[in-house]
T-cell receptor, first 116, second 111 residues
């Protein structure tokens, strides 16, 4: 079974530029998550999709970050314009929807963003 | 909201020695708890999970964790460290299908 795919793996941009990250979840996983992991910290949830609908985007800085999952499969996370503090690893994860059960999330390798 | 606290940002152990990573949770309801491992430049991999069945949970790579409600703890252990255990470890709690992670503990293994 193929895992969660992410691209690019690394990106270096200057502040005020735009950047986009792509994620393809495990086949059949209805739920998709984007996390931001700043160096020395645990991952922080940015946005959660179920199929192509947003479940939780309360931690997404909506003035500069946007995400979409148009066909309920792969997803794109965009930052426009980027700030220095956006330097982090952006992790994508996916899971099955298990009613009343344990939500095991499977993570991709991440995209390491450096903003200069 | 549920949360976890990991005690100790860095742990150094000798090869063959016990590995003990501490995690305490804050939850108003019986929690689902997880331990993940992250190797350099990789994503997170699930080590084990607690789902209110057995209080002693066995995971991959020889790791296990014990859920102690009285201490609100879910500490991770491995009897004998191997060089390949050098990584960062995260404790997490599931809150309405959303994972909240601790800050992580970096493990180094001395030869």
């Amino acid at each position: 079974e193929a895992g969660v795919a992410q691209s690019p793996r690394y990106k270096i941009i200057e502040k005020r530029q735009s950047v986009a990250f792509w994620c393809n979840p495990i086949s059949g996983h209805a739920t998709l998550y984007w996390y931001q992991q700043i160096l020395g910290q645990g991952p922080k949830l940015l946005i959660q999709f179920q199929n192509n609908g947003v479940v939780d985007d309360s931690q997404l800085p909506k003035d500069r970050f946007s995400a979409e999952r148009l066909k309920g499969v792969d997803s794109t996370l965009k930052i426009q314009p980027a700030k220095l503090e956006d330097s982090a690893v952006y992790l994508c994860a996916s899971s099955l929807v298990v009613a009343g059960g344990v939500n095991e999330q499977f993570f991709g390798p991440g995209t390491r963003l450096t903003v200069l | 909201a549920q949360s976890v606290t990991q005690l100790g940002s860095h742990v150094s152990v000798s090869e063959g020695a016990l590995v003990l990573l501490r995690c305490n949770y804050s939850s108003s309801v019986p929690p689902y708890l997880f331990w993940y491992v992250q190797y350099p430049n990789q994503g997170l991999q699930l080590l084990l999970k607690y789902t209110s069945a057995a209080t002693l949970v066995k995971g991959i790579n020889g790791f296990e964790a014990e859920f102690k409600k009285s201490e609100t703890s879910f500490h991770l252990t491995k009897p004998s460290a191997h060089m390949s255990d050098a990584a960062e470890y995260f404790c997490a709690v599931s809150d309405d299908y959303k994972l909240s992670f601790g800050a992580g503990t970096t493990v180094t293994v001395r030869a």
